[in-house]
């Protein structure tokens, strides 16, 4: 199993951007799908997560400002990110948890650097 995200970039306060993240590979069923963001010498936190049955769920810190959305059929996830902020900037990762032929397992994709400049 595969994820493959992109969508980082550069962008100037307030400004937007669009993640997206496809998982690939021998996938039965995807419980979960989300974004996580890590800053050097930190510890990666979630930014916000989307379930099989649609149900999400953000962190404070971007409540408001980030959506998260998903498209089952092509095993995909995506995060709109709006009114960014440059305590946004992080390298962002896609994760998902989900059904392979060897059972439940977590998956991460490479990390997508989003910058936001003041």
């Known amino acids: 199993v595969q994820l493959q995200a992109c969508g980082g970039g550069l962008v100037q306060a307030g400004g937007s951007l669009r993640l997206s993240c496809a998982a690939s590979?021998?996938?039965?069923?995807?419980?979960?799908m989300g974004w996580y963001r890590q800053a050097p010498g930190k510890q990666r936190e979630l930014v916000a997560v989307?379930?099989?049955?649609?149900?999400?769920n953000y962190a404070d810190s971007v409540k408001g400002r980030f959506t998260i959305s998903g498209d089952s059929a092509k095993n995909a996830v995506f995060l709109q990110m709006n009114s960014l902020k440059p305590e946004d900037t992080d390298v962002y990762y896609c994760s998902a948890f989900l059904m392979t032929t060897d059972g439940w397992k977590s998956f991460w994709g490479r990390g997508t650097q989003v910058t936001v400049s003041s």
């Open positions: 989307i379930a099989r049955d649609g149900s999400t």
């Open positions: 590979g021998s996938i039965r069923v995807i419980s979960t």
